[in-house]
């Protein structure tokens, strides 16, 4: 059984910076896809950033340049680097895997398998 678990929340001025962790189990991460999605109050679950097993990573317009995703296979851990946090990056964070062995990064959470428990992120003007 796979799970997630998310870290690395917190609340932070605007301009600072956040690094989510989030520590995997039960399965062969290195030929997954994972991924990191937000969702803040009132708002649909939004994708943030992926990164396929081969590398390929993605993210949604309004984070890049600010945010970087990384994954350390041997830990079986993938990062979310979160820099000049803005007040609408308030949300809640999860991560989630997609267990499909997919050339590139996709974007509908319909085809993630597994997602973290969340964890809050907060950014203050």
């Known amino acids: 059984q796979v799970q997630l678990v998310e870290s690395g929340g917190g609340l932070v001025q605007a301009g600072g910076s956040l690094r989510l962790s989030c520590a995997a189990s039960?399965?062969?991460?290195?030929?997954?896809?994972m991924a990191w999605f937000r969702q803040a109050p009132g708002k649909e679950r939004e994708f943030v950033s992926g990164i396929t097993w081969s590398g390929n990573t993605d993210y949604v317009e309004s984070v890049k340049g600010r945010f970087t995703i990384s994954v350390d296979n041997a830990k079986d851990t993938e990062y979310l680097q979160m820099n000049d946090l803005k007040p609408e990056d308030t949300a809640v964070y999860y991560c989630a895997v997609d267990t499909a062995r997919r050339r590139l990064v996709v974007r509908a959470p319909i085809v993630y398998d597994y997602w973290g428990q969340g964890t809050q992120v907060t950014v203050s003007s």
């Open positions: 039960g399965g062969t991460f290195s030929t997954y896809t």
